[in-house]
C-alpha cells in the first residue's frame, strides 16, 4: 500500500467558550500559533545486574497538558482570558463638563475619563466656566490635555466637554482564573484546505507574561494555558482532555 501523504500546514480560528457561562464559542481573532505539550513523568527502573547499564522496566504517565496561542488582534475580548478581566463597552455620547484637577504645572498631563471622538469638537474651560484656548493655555492630546504653564490653567482645575468614541473597556485582574473549552475550525493548508478541527473540553489561562503596548512591529502576545482532564467526558476510547479531527 503507498503512503499516503498527511503534511501539514494549519490555518484557521480559535474560538473560546466560558464554561460558567451561557454563551457558545466566541472568536479570539487572528492568531499566529495554536501549540500543546505534553509533560511525562517517567519512572525507571535500573539495571544493576551488570555493568552494561540500562533499565529493567519504566513507567510513563503524563503528568500535564499545556498550550499555547498567540493572538494578533489585541481585543479586550482577546486578552480578558489570560488577563483575568473583566470587559465592558462604553457607547459614544456627549460628556458635558468633566471636571479635572490640575496643578497648573507646565507639562502637566490631564487625561480625559474616556477616549474622546477628536472628529468632534473639544472644549475646555476653566473652574470659573472661563473658556480657555488650544495652543495658548493647553494642548490637546490623544486622550487628554497637556497643561501650558504661562497659560491660564492653575490648581482650580478645568472642565471638558466632548463626544467619547465607542469603546471597549478592560479592567485587568479583578476575576479569578475562568475555566474555558476552546476549539480550532481549521483548514491543512498542505493537502488543499481540508477540514482539521481540534477541541479542548477544559482549560484554565496563566496570567500573560508581558503586553507590547510600544513597539515598532505588529504587537502579539503570547497566552499560554493547562488542558484539564474534564470528567464529563464518558465511554471508551474517549478523552478527557482533547480531539483532533482530520478530513482524509
Partial sequence: MATQDRSYIG???????????????????????????????????KDYTSVGGGNVNVVSRID??????????????????????????????????????????DGELLPFAF?????????????????????????LTANGIVVIGTGAIDNGGVKVSYTKAPQEIMQALVEAGEEFAL??????????????????????FSPV??????SDEFAEVSMEFEVLRDSSIGGVGMSHFMKVVQAL
Fill in 115 to 139: 477616549a474622546p471622538d477628536h472628529s468632534q469638537s473639544i472644549t475646555v474651560k476653566d473652574d470659573m466656566d472661563s473658556a480657555l484656548t488650544e495652543g495658548t493655555d493647553y494642548n
Fill in 209 to 214: 507574561q508581558g503586553l507590547p503596548f510600544i
Fill in 183 to 204: 476549539f480550532f475550525d481549521g483548514m491543512n493548508e498542505a493537502q488543499s484546505g481540508k477540514p482539521v478541527s481540534i477541541t479542548m473540553h477544559r482549560l484554565k
Fill in 64 to 105: 500535564s497538558v499545556t498550550g499555547s496561542m498567540t493572538a494578533m488582534d489585541l481585543s479586550a475580548a482577546s486578552l480578558a482570558p489570560a488577563l483575568r478581566a473583566v470587559v465592558s463597552e462604553e457607547a459614544s455620547g456627549s460628556v458635558i463638563d468633566e471636571v479635572i484637577a490640575a496643578s497648573g504645572t
Fill in 11 to 45: 490555518k484557521g480560528k480559535i474560538y473560546l467558550k466560558r464554561l460558567s457561562a451561557s454563551t457558545g464559542f466566541l472568536p479570539v481573532g487572528n492568531c499566529s500559533a495554536l501549540e500543546v505539550s505534553f509533560e511525562e513523568d517517567k519512572k525507571e527502573q
